[in-house]
Nanobody, 125 residues
Framework: QVQLVESGGGLVQAGGSLRLSCAASGLTFSSYAMGWFRQAPGKEREFVAAHKRSGANTVSTYADSVKGRFTFSRDNAKNTIYLQMNSLKPEDTAVYYC????????????????WGQGTQVTVSS
């Protein structure tokens, strides 16, 4: 049974930082592309960041809205991914979800097979 469990969300002031974690179990972690998505109230889910291995290389990609502020990392030994979020803005407020997939489409939800339950991030102005 695959499980993805997010943690690290919370309330932070604008300009602050948070680090989200997503611990995976029940899958061959290193074989999966991993991604972060978010959904704000009344809005559709949107892509945030993702990472996959491509041959001997790794590929990371970010939404334009978070590029330069958010950093994706993964620890295959711990089956865990992280999202370091700096310079947070009120518009970053959302439930953040991690996802795992093998379909090769990093920036769309359809590219992922498994999803976590989400962790709330609230940025106050």
């Amino acid at each position: 049974q695959v499980q993805l469990v997010e943690s690290g969300g919370g309330l932070v002031q604008a300009g602050g930082s948070l680090r989200l974690s997503c611990a995976a179990s029940g899958l061959t972690f290193s074989s999966y592309a991993m991604g972060w998505f978010r959904q704000a109230p009344g809005k559709e889910r949107e892509f945030v960041a993702a990472h996959k291995r491509s041959g001997a290389n790794t590929v990371s990609t970010y939404a334009d809205s978070v590029k330069g502020r958010f950093t994706f990392s993964r620890d295959n030994a711990k089956n865990t991914i992280y999202l370091q979020m700096n310079s947070l803005k009120p518009e970053d407020t959302a439930v953040y979800y991690c996802a795992a997939g093998t379909k090769g489409m990093l920036r769309t939800g359809g590219g992922y097979d498994f999803w976590g339950q989400g962790t709330q991030v609230t940025v106050s102005s």
